[in-house]
């Protein structure tokens, strides 16, 4: 069974702009996770969706957003990027998105904001 | 809130020696408590949970609510144990959970 995957892997971008990041999740799995990992922050949660629905959301600006589609692949937003923006965004999916399901976790795409 | 502190950033043990990550959480609730592992260049992945109170790897973590501590221990390391780990914690909210993760500890295994 294949694994998590984000696209793109790497990405440079200037401040003020907007990015998009995609997540395709393992087959058969509804629940997506995004997380900002940072080495001042460590790993923070962003948002979760199942089924095409937000059911959760971490504590960061409304700059970021997300949206899942009907085949449970999932992309999430940046607009107006800041310097503070740079990190690795890691893509996390699981069955049913509860804590009896395992996450599985994608490579991560690196965000550079210059 | 929730938080999980992690109070170590890099331990070094020499390989064969026992090792303890220690994880320290906060949290008004019932805990859900998990080890994840990053070895070099792969992806972060599960190691342990405390609800299904296994060995993995000859990694165990007891959970200890009176002392709100989940630290992950093992007898004899390997060399093969040198990765970073953190300490995570799950809600539940709306149906969904989220895991709240500690700032990991890098773990060195000397040969």
């Known amino acids: 069974k294949a694994g998590v995957t984000q696209t793109p892997r790497y990405l440079i971008k200037t401040r003020g702009q907007q990015v998009t990041l995609s997540c395709s999740p393992i087959?058969?799995?509804?629940?997506v996770s995004w997380y900002q990992q940072t080495p001042g922050q460590g790993l923070q949660f962003l948002f979760e969706?199942?089924?095409?629905?937000?059911?959760n959301k971490g504590n960061f600006p409304g700059r970021f957003s997300g949206r899942q589609f009907s085949n449970s692949r999932s992309e999430m937003n940046v607009s107006t990027l800041e310097l503070g923006d740079s990190a690795l965004y890691l893509c996390?999916?699981?069955?049913?998105?509860?804590?009896?399901?395992?996450?599985?976790f994608g490579p991560g795409t690196r965000l550079t904001v210059l | 809130a929730q938080r999980v502190t992690q109070p170590e950033k890099l331990l070094s043990v020499f390989k064969g020696a026992p090792v303890e990550l220690k994880c320290n959480y906060s949290?008004?609730?019932?805990?859900?408590l998990f080890w994840y592992v990053q070895y070099s260049r792969q992806r972060l992945q599960l190691l342990l949970r405390?609800?299904s109170r296994e060995s993995i790897k000859g990694f165990t973590a007891d959970l200890n609510k009176g002392e709100t501590s989940f630290h992950l221990k093992k007898p004899f390391a390997q060399e093969e144990d040198s990765a970073m780990y953190y300490c995570?914690?799950?809600?539940?909210?709306?149906?969904?959970?989220?895991?709240?993760f500690g700032k990991g500890t890098k773990l060195s295994v000397i040969p």
């Open positions: 996390a999916s699981s069955l049913q998105g509860t804590s009896y399901n395992e996450q599985f």
């Open positions: 087959s058969g799995h509804r629940s």
């Open positions: 969706y199942f089924s095409e629905t937000q059911r």
């Open positions: 949290y008004s609730g019932s805990p859900e």
């Open positions: 405390h609800i």
């Open positions: 995570a914690l799950s809600s539940s909210g709306a149906g969904s959970y989220q895991l709240t």
